[in-house]
């Protein structure tokens, strides 16, 4: 099986930094895109910030600029750098990998959720 765990959330000020982790564990071969959701309250889930394996990023516009998502791949680790921070950032953010196993014999790709790691964004 695979884990993948967020930290790094907590509470902080507007035009605050927090970064967030989020590690991968278990039988894994490769991991390709990782993504990095929110959900504020009352909101859909949307994604902030991709990585592909060969690091091209891509962002939604409200956090360009401020976020910046990076990747370890020897840890198996994918980073979000949240940088001046707004009260509308609040929300529960989570990780999401696209891992590659070895079945039996092929390889397949599958999709991972992290627990997620609440962010609030308050004076």
């Known amino acids: 099986q695979v884990q993948l765990v967020e930290s790094g959330g907590g509470l902080v000020q507007p035009g605050g930094s927090l970064r967030l982790s989020c590690a991968a564990s278990g039988s894994i071969v490769s991991i390709n895109d990782v993504g990095w959701y929110r959900q504020g309250p009352g909101k859909q889930r949307e994604l902030v910030a991709l990585i592909t394996r060969s690091n091209s990023t891509n962002y939604i516009d409200s956090v360009k600029g401020r976020f910046t998502i990076s990747r370890d791949n020897a840890k198996n680790a994918v980073y979000l750098q949240m940088n001046s921070l707004k009260p509308e950032d609040t929300a529960v953010y989570y990780c999401?990998?696209?891992?590659?196993?070895?079945?039996?014999?092929?390889?397949?790709?599958?999709?991972?959720w992290g627990q997620g790691t609440q962010v609030t964004v308050s004076s």
């Open positions: 999401n990998a696209r891992v590659v196993r070895q079945t039996l014999v092929v390889l397949r790709e599958y999709s991972y």
